[in-house]
């Protein structure tokens, strides 16, 4: 089991950028693909961004390519979300996703199973 704890949110300006960070607990943290999800409101949560336990291969959502990147930092079992050009409809709780990595899977659908953190607010206001 591993437990994940988001921060790095708040409210920044259209255009503007913010970093997340996931801070994931345990000696597992190599075990697990990461990813990145958000949940606006009235909405369903969405796949952002995932990442291979490797971090040779990533996965990003079609509306946030080329704005984001993600990555990770083994030794301090942490992973990022960097985001750019920051748009109003990125306003959303963002949740980090850890789960058990297996062959011949998308990253993004390797997480119907998956731990959960407890998320974190970003505002972009229009």
């Known amino acids: 089991q591993v437990q994940l704890v988001e921060s790095g949110g708040g409210s920044v300006q259209a255009g503007g950028s913010l970093r997340l960070s996931c801070a994931a607990s345990?000696?597992?943290?190599?075990?697990?693909?990461m990813g990145w999800f958000r949940q606006a409101p009235g909405k369903e949560r969405e796949f952002v961004a995932g990442?291979?336990?490797?971090?040779?291969?990533?996965e990003f959502a079609d509306s946030v390519k080329g704005r984001f990147t993600i990555s990770r930092d083994g030794p301090k079992n942490l992973v990022y979300l960097q985001m750019n050009s920051l748009k109003p409809e990125d306003t959303a709780v963002y949740y980090c996703?850890?789960?058990?990595?297996?062959?011949?899977?998308?990253?993004?659908?390797?997480?119907?199973?998956?731990?959960w953190g407890q998320g974190t607010q970003v505002t972009v206001p229009s």
């Open positions: 990442i291979t336990r490797s971090g040779g291969s990533t």
């Open positions: 345990g000696r597992t943290f190599g075990l697990y693909a």
């Open positions: 996703a850890a789960t058990y990595e297996s062959s011949g899977s998308t990253i993004s659908s390797l997480f119907a199973s998956a731990y």
